[in-house]
């Protein structure tokens, strides 16, 4: 047997065996903290699953959130949304990348983003980049169409 072919070989048998199915875990724990952002028993897991140092990107200014400043924005969403869900749609990895469509949805019971719904609720995509290191999420980049919840909320 070459040394190629033992490469492929323990390759294939590596992702037969579910190697990575632990990593796909760790980036459900981000949406299942989205989807229960009042649960001490989410945030305690979603803690686990990230690193110490991870950050939060959602746009070009090169700000990063950090873990406590996105926990506490997530306790505030719990409030203002209760029935805020993040459901994933699709995932793809590659290596310790994963990328993330998922599906937002919400009725927020206060104005949100200065729109006041008026009971009305919104439904929108999401883009997200997880980056894991050593089996934990070290930064995730993110994009959601807040404009789209925002209009949807306005009754526009």
Aim: hydrophobic letters at 40%.
């Amino acid at each position: 047997m070459t040394l190629k072919s033992l490469i492929a070989s323990l390759a294939i048998a590596t992702a037969a065996t579910g190697a990575f199915a632990d990593d796909t875990s760790t980036v459900t724990t981000f949406y299942d903290l989205l989807s229960n952002p009042g649960s001490a028993e989410h945030v305690a897991a979603f803690e686990a699953a990230t690193s110490d140092g991870w950050v939060s990107l959602g746009d070009y200014s090169g700000n990063e959130k950090t873990r406590e400043a996105f926990l506490g924005q997530m306790g505030g969403f719990a409030q203002l949304m209760p029935d805020l869900n993040w459901a994933i749609q699709d995932m793809h990895q590659d290596g310790d990348t994963f990328i993330v469509r998922s599906r937002a949805t919400g009725t927020p019971v206060a104005p949100f983003f200065g729109v006041d719904g008026q009971g009305r609720s919104f439904d929108i995509m999401t883009i997200d980049i997880h980056e894991l290191e050593d089996g934990v999420i070290v930064r995730t980049y993110h994009v959601e169409d807040w404009a789209g919840a925002l209009q949807q909320l306005s009754g526009q």
